[in-house]
């Protein structure tokens, strides 16, 4: 069965929207000017208010920024466009009431409270800190490969510099790092390694630029605090760890290289560790920028920029796993994604000819990876997580591309008839990408700490589409059952990711709120005190994995292997039944490629 086959039968996307739309010159006369920004971009653009403080360590402002507190508060940090928090704003704009009858008590942190001072005096054994560092090596470094893992497991090993401040820094946050990746239920080991690492942190510690410290501050504001649910408080670390590399000239060649030979006083290795350390650092920041809705730190992919991409090849007698494939294919994005949000940061809706030559130069971005980016079955083990990251992200850039256009639409109050047909093919793209990214993620996750924790997100990044468009078109019946089908797939799956998330039930409780809602809200549109009915035909999966086209036996699906079912989490005979639809895709380019 192809995966076209597959998106068919689980939900019926929109209508030929992705093959309307070329980047070409007759999407001009369409942009938002002749269009939506008269009312829907204008309240888009007002969704943020300029505020003087915001407190990060209440956890509902946190949150806020998260959209995990269903909160709309005025006082938190700044988010935008691309931000979740955004299309929850428009949410609370189409239904005020749900704000106020939220059953959702305060969200629990994964951030310990208890008494923290006493925190970095806890022993933990060597053996159980060993154990962390094997995690961090086999879950995080296939991600961000900027720790030089030979050198860091010797000097592990050796104790003989654990005072020294830059290294007591880097060894603790690998070890929390490592924490987190290696517990299937998170333990608060992670925060008693995160309170060593903030202690050995001071100003003075700046003034003497080390790299140990940028990749610590990298690990720091790029995913722990992140995962702690201070999200502006990790996009100050990073920031800081920015102008701490661009210091220490990371971002540049060296003097030998531009004369083209050998680094002669460089250990074996270090100049590719500093690459990678360079580029894993720009791709953190960009990927934490996306998810507020911020421009990224300045102009990682200027002229001012000259240092190479990571090499391929290991290096000298000092080899080094071969994570850069990945690493080159997640800058590569990030140098558009960079694009896209420093437009959006300008404007909360680009124009739809620019969103049209943006999409187009990600779809051939993602048709130049190498095949072991693309098919699991050529992608070696140690890259599974990052190939599905990679691909998340990529969905997940052209879906915000379009969805500002959608979240415009509702606020304007239009109805889809009264649309372009240009903004109508943009709303339609938007939702077959939420769909595509949706079934995508049930396919490619893995039972992985780090890999949960990235699906959860983008899960919640495609939910918003449906969601916003159960309150924004509560009147048609036919398309309410697809996105029905969608939040209900959304939330099949988060459940079976709460082992592997601490946000996943969170996320999932605030999904269900908004489902629940949406559903009240057509009930009472409909005239009826029930919840409206589901109109979309439900199918078994066992027999539609059973059964292809035709009612043919099917022993996989395209692109995987034969075994692919019993080795994932994906096991169809104890999958519910779904609300869907069979579907013509029209003329339109279809999502998947069989």
């Not at 700490?449 to 919640?460: E, I, K, N, Q, R």
Request: aromatic share 8%; hydrophobic share 40%.
């Amino acid at each position: 069965m192809s995966r076209k086959d597959l998106i068919e039968m689980i939900l019926r996307t929109s209508s030929p929207a992705l093959g309307n739309l070329r980047a070409d010159s007759t999407a001009t006369a369409h942009s938002p000017g002749a269009g939506l920004p008269s009312d829907g971009s204008l309240v888009l653009e007002q969704l943020n208010t300029n505020t003087t403080e915001y407190d990060e360590q209440t956890d509902d402002v946190a949150d806020d920024v998260n959209a995990l507190s269903m909160s709309t508060s005025r006082h938190s940090s700044y988010v935008g466009s691309s931000s979740i928090s955004a299309a929850l704003k428009v949410i609370a704009i189409l239904c005020p009431d749900i704000m106020k009858h939220s059953s959702l008590t305060a969200p629990n942190s994964p951030f310990d409270k208890s008494d923290r001072s006493s925190m970095a005096q806890t022993n933990i054994s060597r053996e159980l800190e060993a154990s962390y560092v094997d995690a961090y090596f086999a879950h995080v470094h296939d991600i961000v490969p900027m720790v030089h893992e030979a050198r860091f497991r010797q000097r592990f090993q050796s104790r003989d510099m654990e005072q020294e401040p830059s290294w007591g820094v880097l060894r603790n946050m690998v070890l929390a790092m490592g924490s987190i990746a290696g517990e299937t239920v998170p333990e608060s080991n992670h925060a008693i390694f995160y309170q060593r690492a903030k202690s050995m942190l001071s100003f003075d510690l700046f003034g003497s630029g080390k790299l140990e410290v940028v990749q610590a501050l990298a690990l720091m504001g790029g995913f722990y605090l992140h995962y702690c649910n201070r999200p502006n408080m990790a996009s100050a670390i990073l920031g800081a760890a920015l102008r701490m590399a661009y210091a220490l000239g990371l971002h540049r060649k060296s003097p030998s290289e531009l004369l083209g030979e050998r680094p002669l006083q460089l250990p074996a290795g270090e100049l590719e560790t500093k690459r990678r350390t360079w580029w894993s650092l720009v791709c953190l920041d960009i990927w934490g920028s996306t998810t507020l809705g911020r421009p990224s730190m300045g102009d990682c992919f200027g002229p001012a920029i000259s240092i190479h991409m990571p090499l391929f090849s290991d290096f000298e007698n000092h080899p080094v796993t071969d994570q850069a494939p990945a690493l080159v294919a997640f800058t590569q994005f990030c140098s558009i994604s960079a694009q896209i949000q420093h437009k959006l940061a300008s404007k909360p809706i680009l124009g739809l000819a620019e969103a049209a030559l943006f999409d187009h130069r990600l779809q051939e971005q993602y048709a130049s990876l190498p095949d072991l980016l693309r098919s699991p079955n050529r992608c070696p083990q140690n890259l599974l997580v990052p190939r599905a990251i990679i691909k998340w992200q990529y969905q997940n850039a052209r879906l915000l591309l379009h969805r500002p256009i959608l979240l415009a639409a509702a606020l304007s109050y239009k109805s889809p008839a009264e649309l372009s047909s240009a903004e109508q093919d943009s709303v339609a793209a938007c939702r077959a990408l939420a769909a595509d990214s949706i079934v995508d993620i049930a396919c490619d996750w893995q039972q992985d700490p780090m890999c949960g924790w990235h699906a959860v997100w983008y899960l919640f990044q495609a939910s918003m589409v449906p969601l916003v468009s159960l309150f924004y078109e509560y009147f048609n019946a036919t398309e309410c059952g697809k996105w029905h089908g969608q939040i209900e797939m959304v939330l099949r799956l988060l459940q079976s990711m709460e082992l592997w998330s601490p946000m996943a039930k969170r996320t999932r409780d605030v999904i269900v709120e908004l489902h629940q809602s949406s559903m009240q809200m057509q009930a009472r549109q409909s005239g009826s005190g029930e919840e409206a009915p589901n109109p979309v035909m439900r199918m078994d999966m066992q027999q539609m994995w059973q059964q292809g086209p035709g009612g043919q036996q099917m022993g996989g699906i395209s692109g995987f292997d034969d075994n692919w079912a019993s080795n994932t989490w994906f096991n169809w005979s104890e999958w519910p039944s779904f609300p869907m639809e069979g579907a013509d895709l029209g003329s339109g380019q279809p999502l998947f490629q069989g």
